[in-house]
């Protein structure tokens, strides 16, 4: 596999989206620069920009979306690490060759026009890792 090209993005999941803008703005002086919800994954995001990375707050917009189960699991918080790459399809043939466990066999459409793919974390010690394809 190639080496990804940079950290896409950090997602932190929250229960209140508008609490965890306010604090990410007025106490840690960042922007928002997008809300997006990605109704197929019943989640709505917020973006921030730090250096070239993203923060990519979450919040559950059901209750039996996988962000809920999160939180109701593990409370607040990291939610995954996403990786840039490019050749996706192929990324994810050749880890799934090499026996790590996919979620996502297949790229899926993810916020901000990104072609997207989760590992399960029983394969990348304990850290939910998304790949991620402009």
């Known amino acids: 596999m190639k080496a990804p090209t940079k950290i896409e993005h950090i997602g932190i999941a929250v229960k209140n989206l508008t ?3 306010s604090y990410y703005e007025n106490i840690l002086g960042l922007k928002c620069y997008a809300i ?3 109704a197929d994954q019943k989640v709505k995001t917020a973006f ?3 250096g070239e990375t993203k923060i990519e707050l979450l919040e559950a917009t059901s209750d039996d979306s ?3 189960k999160f939180i109701a699991k593990k409370g607040e918080g990291l939610h995954h690490i996403a990786f840039a790459v490019n050749g996706l399809n192929n990324i994810l043939s050749e880890l799934e060759s ?3 466990q996919l979620i996502d066999k297949q790229p899926r459409k993810g916020a901000e026009d ?3 793919a989760f590992l399960n974390p029983k394969s990348t010690f304990g ?4 790949l991620c394809e402009k």
């Open 19 to 21: 609490e965890a803008i």
């Open 36 to 38: 997006e919800e990605v």
């Open 48 to 50: 921030f920009m730090v």
């Open 66 to 68: 996988p962000v809920a």
């Open 98 to 100: 090499k026996g790590v």
């Open 114 to 116: 990104m072609n997207i």
């Open 127 to 130: 850290v939910l890792t998304e």
